[in-house]
C-alpha cells in the first residue's frame, strides 16, 4: 500500500471517528438543553442535531476534497505531467513531428498509473489533446467520486 492510499484511509477514518463524535457530543448537549432555550420539541432537537451534522460533513468535505495530503485531481495532473515528461524523454525525434508516438505513449502511461481517457470534462473538451490531465478518468470508483466532486470546483 502506498502513501497516497494509506491517507485516504486515515481521511476515511477520521471522518467516520468525527461524525461519531457529533453525534454523541450533539445528543449529549441537546440533553442538557442550553441550546434549546428550555424547549424539548423533537422538531427543534433534530433540527439542531441536523445543523451540527450537516455543518461537521460540509467542512470535512471541504478539507478532504481541498487538502494537499489528498492529491487526486492536483495528482492526476502531476501524473499526467510526468508522463508527458517521460514520453518526449525517450523520443525526443518525435517532438513537433505530428507521428503521435508521444501522445500515445502519454495515454498508455496514464492508463498504467491507473487513468482512462475520458473527453467528458469541459475542460478537456477545450483541448483533448494527451497532454491535458483533465482528459484522464481514474479507474478506482473513490477516486474518480473525488476527482468529480473537486472539478465541480475547479
Known sequence: MNIPDLTVIEMIALFALGFVMVVAGGVGFMR????LMESRHRLSL???FAAAGFMFVAGIGVHFTGSSNTSFLKGQMQRASQCELTSESAHPEARGAGSGVISRQIV?????AGYNWSERTAQCQDAPVATNGYCYEPVAWFDRAVTTTQLMFD
Not at 442538557?32 to 441550546?35: E, G, I, M, R, W
Open 46 to 48: 433534530g433540527v439542531v
Open 108 to 112: 498508455a502511461c496514464m492508463r498504467t
Open 32 to 35: 442538557s438543553n442550553p441550546v
